[in-house]
């Protein structure tokens, strides 16, 4: 037996540390437009100055027959992984940097992923109305 099928699932719901080397983008994202360049500069910053104050949801990736890879895919945060690796990339951070994700194997991770980026209310709005 491989070390790689020693991994086992986490269960769901679970909030674990996970090095940032070990998160990927997931292919069930249901975001098509990219983040741009200027929205990842500021999760860089911001996480810089006050961390990551919303974890990222994850899925565990899992190889053909069925086992844990070790890597997991993210669902809902892939603009703070984003930042996190611009911050590697400026050696702010290492890229094995521990990431606070919550594991949820129990949601289709398409449909989640729809609903944190469908629902989501621009708050600027908000804000205007309370100054106006």
Aim: hydrophobic content about 35%; charged content about 30%; proline content about 5%.
């Amino acid at each position: 037996m491989s070390a790689k099928n020693v991994e086992t699932v986490v269960e769901s719901g679970t909030e674990r540390f996970i090095p940032l080397n070990k998160l990927k983008k997931s292919p069930k994202n249901a975001r098509k437009t990219p983040h741009s360049e200027a929205s990842i500069e500021a999760y860089a910053a911001s996480i810089a100055a006050k961390g990551i104050l919303q974890n990222l949801v994850v899925e565990p990736e899992l190889d053909a027959g069925g086992a844990a890879t070790g890597f997991y895919f993210v669902t809902i945060g892939e603009g703070r992984r984003l930042a996190q690796l611009l911050r590697v990339k400026r050696k702010e951070i290492k890229k094995t940097e521990p990431i606070r994700c919550v594991i949820d194997t129990a949601n289709d991770p398409h449909e989640i992923s729809l609903d944190e980026n469908v629902t989501r209310e621009n708050m600027l709005g908000s804000v205007l109305e309370l100054s106006c």
